[in-house]
């Protein structure tokens, strides 16, 4: 039996036994082992969803699994009687704010989603940083077309990034060269070979 719990933004689950499938379940799901006294456990926050929807997701699923689950917290039971939950995003695209590559765009996504990894790494300038991708902030077109194609949710600091570049962009001074007459070789070697004196150095007499 698993028995689960909730307290504030963390998710408690004890199971007694050792089986394979039970870990592999709550792990895929975003849970880690924190020790004995402690069992698996998972801090949700805005990105993940609620707790008790967390909680309500992996308590179906186990449940669908076939291992028998004990809750004492009556609006998770009233949840899980109804199916009720908000699934979870787990794409999402961030502006990266540590250190390296701050101020980029970091690209969230399943874990051994090869056709999203490719499509983010084909965008120029990408590169991966661990445990994302990270796209250069100028590339924000190219974000927009992965949010269109895979489903990404922005969080706010994407979105004012996304904001920023743009201004960047239109904000960039344009220079129209077509008219632009460049010298020739020979012309630039004739000058180079001219003797005298600069007419800017000479003395007016």
């Keep these: 039996m698993a028995d689960i719990s909730i307290f504030i933004n963390n998710i408690f689950i004890s199971f007694i036994e050792t089986n394979d499938n039970f870990k592999t379940i709550v792990k895929d799901h975003g849970f880690s082992w924190g020790g004995f006294g402690v069992g ?3 801090e949700c926050d805005k990105f993940t969803g609620s707790a008790l929807d967390r909680a309500t997701e992996i308590c ?3 449940l669908k699994s076939g291992f028998i689950i004990s809750i004492d ?3 998770l039971k009233e949840k899980i009687l109804k199916k009720e939950f908000e699934p979870e995003q787990k794409r999402w695209i961030f502006k990266r704010t540590s250190v390296q590559y701050k101020g980029w765009f970091a690209v969230q996504f399943e874990y051994g989603n090869e056709e999203i990894y490719k499509a ?3 965008v120029a300038g990408s590169k991966w940083s661990n445990p994302n991708v990270v796209i250069p902030s ?4 190219a974000i927009l ?3 269109d194609k895979f489903d990404f949710k922005l969080s706010e600091g994407a979105i004012e990034l996304i904001v920023e570049a743009k201004k960047t962009r239109e904000e960039a001074l344009v220079v129209d060269m077509s008219e632009v007459e460049l010298p020739t070789s020979e012309q630039t070697k004739e000058k180079e070979t001219e003797a005298g004196i600069h007419a800017s150095l000479r ?3």
Excluded: C, F, G, S
């Design 203 to 205: 003395d007016d007499d």
């Design 73 to 75: 917290d009556e609006r």
């Design 40 to 42: 698996y456990k998972r």
């Design 138 to 141: 100028y590339q924000y077109e």
């Design 145 to 147: 077309d992965l949010v």
């Design 120 to 122: 983010t790494r084909a």
């Design 60 to 62: 179906i699923i186990l």
